[in-house]
């Protein structure tokens, strides 16, 4: 195996475990992986690391005139890792849960120029230049177009040769959004007037009593393609086993285009599919542009030990189930989020790249660049939650099936440094959480907040590192603000703190920290 360079292309070994996290900040994730997969579709608001449903895009090259026995189809990939053909559960079993049987192309490579992540396929039998780039917003001071519940992909195709080839691009995805409790269908997207994509979807409730759904089934997951020649399948066959992914396949290998209407909630369609033909001359190019998106308002998570008696006033949370994502109370449902996006798609991505222009500008060695964006990809895992009114939370890590270590512990993220200088009114937030949710009478504070955030219990000692570290952000988060009310607001709060610190660690004024405390 080759040296790869820093910030330069992954191939080879290098792209076997390459997953992009694309998605906003606590609006859930999906992976571009080096080969062009996409994987680690994690929309619940917690982490599915191993979730990679039946999603992907193809393309079918009609050669040699109308022979319809001379086309060539491949999936948009590269080459499936061994490791996941032989190490994911169920992966190798043949029985239609994956598409790794199909033919792909030839060899593949990645590289970042974050938050977009570009994948180029060669494949002797298709002389074009193939690209797929994806992408969500990623706009530092604009918190909230950071935090859609969006993606895009970008497929460009370039006819170098001269002579004019009719392809048909397609997108495919099992209902990876049913739960299995019934009711779930695909739909037509829009539903009025010629569609352009469809959604996946699952009801909030099974049959005809709501009382028998969870509120965390619903959700929604659409695909579309601003494309006015677009075909769209809501009505896979149904079958079992590997019966819907055959006859995908056949009508993908056919260069067919079907267009189908969905079927009657209660006798849901396996999928939906997308189909775009594509005519271009020698020299000539076209981008399909795929927009991703999903609307899931409410989630299972309720965290953190509440006090025996809340003393929290009618503003606080204590009363709310759980977990409700930003993006939920802004968007209504999958519609809205659609048309936002359809609507600013051009703009985010023009300020979204205006932030890569300037990043990637620069005299630090490439190694420290990968370095910096490799992490900046956390802020759009599941590690991080945002709350309806716009607060953040954050796990400490990721586990495979959840996160690990909870409440935005104040020694652990004591030392984060991008969000304050790339979303600094969002750090602010988690200085007022500290300091007048999670902060009691005495100065202690509690280090780990809960989820939703409302008042925890103060029945462990303090975390030292994270306490008087807490009192130095709100130092810096003024000196990058420059917002002097903001920092009057939490003064008294401050000085409670630092009391409290003083008392607790340092009666005799010596200057070094006393026992116990939590690091």
Known sequence: MTTRMYNGPYTGAYLNRVAFPMGGMGAGMICLEGTGALSHVSLRGKMELFNEPLMFAALSVQQNGDDPTCRVTRVLEGPVPSWKAFGLPNAGNGLGGTDYGLPRFAEASFRTRFPFGMVSLSDPDIPWVVE??????????????????????????????????EVVFSFHARNFMSTKTGGEAV????????????????????????????????????????????????????????????????????????????????????????????????????????????????????????????????????????????????????????????????????????????????????????????????????????????????????????????????????????????FPALERTLRETEFFVDQDERGHQAFRASLPIRPPAHDFHAAADGQLGGVMKVYREWRISGDELWLRRLWPQVKQSLDYCIATWDPEHTGTLLEPHHN
């Open 132 to 165: 797929v780039t994806g992408w969500s917003p990623f706009i530092p001071g604009d918190a909230d177009a950071s935090s859609l519940p969006v993606a895009a992909l970008e497929y460009r195709f370039a006819n170098p040769t001269d002579v004019s080839v």
């Open 187 to 422: 739909l037509a997207m829009p539903a009025t007037g010629k569609p352009r994509g469809f959604v996946l979807w699952q009801p909030c409730r099974t049959g005809m009593q709501p009382s028998e759904g969870k509120p965390e089934d619903q959700g929604a997951f659409s695909a579309v393609v601003d494309d006015a020649n677009v075909k769209v399948n809501c009505a896979w066959f149904r079958g079992g086993w590997f019966d819907a992914l055959t006859m995908v396949w056949k009508s993908i290998s056919e260069g067919a285009t079907p267009e189908a209407t969905p079927y009657q909630i209660g006798d849901p369609s396996p999928g939906g599919s997308l189909y775009v033909p594509i005519c271009l001359g020698p020299g000539e190019e076209q981008t399909i542009k795929l927009r991703l998106a999903w609307h899931v308002p409410a989630t299972d998570l309720r965290i953190g030990k509440d006090p025996e008696e809340s003393n929290c006033d009618n503003t606080c949370t204590c009363q709310q189930g759980t977990h409700t994502p930003w993006y939920a109370g802004v968007f209504p449902d999958i519609n809205a989020v659609n048309a936002y996006w359809q609507m600013y798609y051009d703009a985010l991505r023009a300020k979204t790249q205006a932030f890569t222009e300037c990043f990637y500008d620069t005299t630090l060695p490439p190694e420290v660049v990968e370095a910096v964006t490799a992490n900046l990809t956390i802020l759009k895992s599941p590690t991080v939650q945002r709350q309806t009114d716009g607060r953040l939370w954050c796990w400490e890590g990721c586990c495979d099936t959840h996160g690990c270590c909870h409440g935005s512990c104040t020694h652990v993220w004591n030392y984060a440094q991008a969000i304050p200088h790339l």
